[in-house]
């Protein structure tokens, strides 16, 4: 079965940096695109980056320029480096994996596109 378990999140000050981590197993990982969502309780899940099995990257505007979305096929483990962060950064983020039908290739930032998710972790900023 396959299992999508995040970590790295945590409480941080306007302008601070976190770096989140997600392990898949029962997986082949190293075929398929990966995602991250995030998520504010009352709102829609939002797509954030995506990274292709080629390792080609794609990101909301709301965060261009400030996070990095990365890999490492050998540890089977999806990353997202978040710098510059501010308050409305805050919320639950969720690593995601596209269905099969998508091959390496990141199908964009609709919910219903991916197949399995991991838990969540929490994020929070102050200001």
């Known amino acids: 079965q396959v299992q999508l378990a995040e970590s790295g999140g945590g409480s941080v000050q306007t302008g601070g940096t976190l770096t989140l981590s997600c392990a898949a197993s029962?997986?082949?990982?190293?075929?398929?695109?990966m995602a991250w969502f995030r998520q504010i309780p009352g709102k829609e899940r939002e797509g954030v980056a995506c990274?292709?099995?080629?390792?080609?990257?794609r990101y909301s505007e709301s965060v261009k320029g400030r996070f990095t979305i990365s890999r490492d096929n050998a540890k089977n483990t999806l990353y997202l480096q978040m710098n510059s962060l501010k308050p409305e950064d805050t919320a639950m983020y969720y690593c995601?994996?596209?269905?099969?039908?998508?091959?390496?290739?990141?199908?964009?930032?609709?919910?219903?596109?991916?197949?399995?998710w991991g838990q969540g972790t929490q994020v929070t900023v102050s200001s």
């Open positions: 029962a997986y082949n990982f190293e075929l398929y695109s």
């Open positions: 995601a994996a596209p269905y099969p039908i998508y091959g390496g290739s990141c199908p964009g930032f609709r919910r219903a596109d991916f197949l399995y």
């Open positions: 990274i292709a099995s080629a390792g080609d990257t």
